[in-house]
């Protein structure tokens, strides 16, 4: 399979999502059990509840369906007066009831709208359990494959947000556009870690082919993909299946409604099943919970907790900070990081900066790049859970911007700042960074490093402008020895002056 998708012009992808986010409660969604996804003891979780037992009564957890709403709010998408829960039956061991307590006519919200694609819903119900094969334990199964299928009901009945998309996608890499920003939105409500890798957010992708016909976009066969576990994957899958369904239908192949699974190993999509109608569920209103009276919750304490979303705050920072799109997509994909810097840029402000512009440059780039690699290695995730203040970060910013230290200068001192928590300030001071513009006190350890190196020197005034380079370095270094932070510009000027006397 090439790597790139080739198809007939004439078909155009019509691709719709289906993402699962586990939600961040204290409790799973109709019990008491703790929701831990870090738990790795099987089966420790659970009640007769979450499994299913007779004579048990579920109750709805209040905090997921507030999350739920906020969620609804922040995509514009309609709350209804009253929601209700219904029962989706369907047997598979790892759903202890033999059904799932879901949502079905009247969910929580209602269209809604996300990185330019509509939203036909989003509604609230209780997460599976856990399938585990091992081949090493038990004897071969009845159906002829070795091994045993184990099953943790840990993560059944944690509350689970399924959103729907409508089928306006028109390529495989607006799918991980369009997933990449919903993981950011929730991460932002607080409402879901939605980490791809511990199974917290699950992706789906419906996708077909359609031809315009009349002016009309006319629907082809369309193809559900799961076992999706990463965005990149979602992306290779959408791919795949659009150079697959378009090779099938250029050989006048008729396509099936079916559920494929995707290898991530093989990297290709792989069936697995027919496709399961709605009426294959047997859908009905759950009986053992009552409808939602949404009136009965706090909307107008919810609304106002929702935060600056992403894009609002893309749009702010390229307006009042001129940072570039790429700075600003690094800085709004990590919250924590936007919130350190804007406390960084209250600083610089508040000491009268001149050169602004010039500042933010250098705060951006030292808190993306140095500070960021500092934090990895020390497995830190919050700039401000870090020694380092935000005041003494812009005092560093501008101690470069007013030249005072070289750019070495300040990746050594951001070191020691993260190491101590020192003042920068001091450290290029004690260190021996302070960056000396005065030619004068360069002169004679420049007219020294000439004597000991003739060839270099001869080179120079040969017409080498690349020796130059060599005496600055060298100028560098024994300044360093000396516990002077040389300007490297003024050595520059030095060293040309007095190689052509």
Not at 485 to 490: D, E, L, T, W
């Amino acid at each position: 399979m090439a790597a790139e998708t080739k198809v007939t012009t004439t078909y155009i992808p019509v691709i719709g999502l289906e993402v699962h986010c586990e939600l961040k409660t204290r409790t799973k969604m109709f019990c008491g059990c703790l929701n831990d996804p870090d738990e790795k003891r099987p089966n420790l979780n659970i009640c007769p509840i979450c499994t299913g037992q007779p004579g048990t009564l579920p109750v709805a957890n209040k905090a997921a369906i507030e999350a739920l709403i906020k969620v609804g709010m922040a995509i514009a998408g309609d709350i209804p007066a009253v929601s209700k829960f219904d029962r989706k039956n369907y047997f598979y061991p790892d759903i202890p009831k033999g059904y799932q307590i879901t949502q079905s006519d009247v969910p929580l919200v209602s269209g809604g709208y996300l990185k330019g694609v509509k939203i036909t819903r989003v509604h609230l119900e209780e997460d599976t359990g856990r399938l585990i094969h091992d081949d090493k334990m038990g004897p071969a199964s009845s159906a002829g494959r070795s091994g045993s299928t184990l099953i943790d009901y840990n993560r059944a009945g944690l509350p689970l947000m399924e959103l729907v998309t409508e089928p306006d996608i028109r390529s495989a890499d607006q799918v991980g556009e369009f997933a990449t920003e919903l993981q950011l939105v929730l991460r932002y409500l607080g409402v879901s870690d939605a980490d791809m890798e511990k199974g917290q957010m699950r992706v789906e992708v419906n996708l077909s082919l359609g031809t315009m016909e009349d002016g009309k976009l006319k629907y082809g066969t369309k193809v559900e993909v799961k076992n999706i576990n990463s965005f990149k994957a979602a992306i290779a899958a959408a791919k795949y299946e659009i150079e697959r369904q378009a090779k099938a239908l250029d050989v006048g192949e008729k396509l099936v409604q079916e559920t494929r699974g995707w290898d991530d190993v093989k990297k290709m999509t792989v069936s697995q099943r027919k496709k399961e109608s709605s009426h294959d569920y047997r859908y009905f209103p759950e009986p053992d919970i009552p409808p939602l009276d949404l009136s009965l919750f706090d909307l107008k304490r919810i609304k106002l907790e929702i935060p600056e979303l992403p894009q609002a705050k893309r749009a702010r920072f390229a307006k009042e900070y001129g940072v570039n799109a790429a700075q600003i997509e690094v800085l709004v994909n990590d919250r924590l990081s936007a919130d350190y810097f804007e406390n960084v840029y209250s600083e610089l402000k508040e000491h009268g900066v001149e050169d602004m512009a010039r500042a933010i440059q250098l705060a951006v780039n030292y808190l993306t790049s140095d500070l960021r690699s500092l934090m990895a290695a020390a497995g830190i995730i919050d700039p401000s859970k870090t020694k380092i203040e935000e005041e003494d970060f812009a005092d560093l910013v501008i101690l470069v911007a007013g030249e005072k230290v070289s750019s070495r200068g300040a990746k050594d001192i951001l070191a020691k700042m993260f190491e101590t928590g020192g003042d920068p300030v001091e450290i290029m001071k004690t260190e021996g960074h302070e960056q000396v513009s005065d030619k004068g006190a360069f002169t004679a350890m420049a007219n020294e490093i000439i004597a000991a190196n003739p060839g270099p020197a001869a080179d120079y005034r040969g017409g080498k402008e690349v020796a130059l380079m060599f005496f600055v370095g060298q100028g560098m270094k024994k300044a360093k020895e000396m516990k002077l932070g040389a300007n490297p510009n003024v050595l520059k000027e030095v060293f040309g002056e007095l190689l052509k006397k």
